[in-house]
């Protein structure tokens, strides 16, 4: 399973971006992708999940009601749309993948085997 990210860039606060996860190798429906973001000189930490199957999804505290996250099962493609970003939101984001995960497991990091090369996303004020 390889994992390409994309979508990250210079936005000012209060704007907009979609980043996408292509997911090869493995339909995207059965496996659990997250997005994860890692700002500078702080650890990585959870952004944003849909399952597998299911495909329900669960946002940290910080990104609930800005951001959504969504999948295009034709286009094997997890999105995550951000708005009303703010200069907080400037970190490196990864998607990540995993076909076994199970759901209680979702939110950490090191549950997840495959990753992405992680795209920049700056916030400026």
């Known amino acids: 399973v390889q994992l390409q990210a994309s979508g990250g860039g210079l936005v000012q606060a209060g704007g907009s971006l979609r980043l996408s996860c292509t997911v090869s190798g493995r339909p995207v429906s059965r496996a659990t992708v997250g997005w994860f973001r890692q700002a500078p000189g702080e650890e990585r930490e959870f952004v944003a999940v849909?399952?597998?199957?299911?495909?329900?999804?669960s946002y940290a505290d910080s990104v609930k009601g800005r951001f959504t996250i969504s999948r295009d099962n034709a286009k094997n493609t997890v999105y995550l749309q951000m708005t009303s970003l703010e200069p907080e939101d400037t970190a490196v984001y990864y998607c990540?993948?995993?076909?076994?995960?199970?759901?209680?497991?979702?939110?950490?990091?090191?549950?997840?085997?495959?990753w992405g090369q992680g795209t920049l996303v700056t916030v400026s004020s």
């Open positions: 849909i399952t597998r199957s299911g495909g329900s999804t």
């Open positions: 990540a993948a995993d076909t076994q995960l199970i759901s209680s497991s979702r939110f950490r990091d090191s549950e997840y085997d495959y």
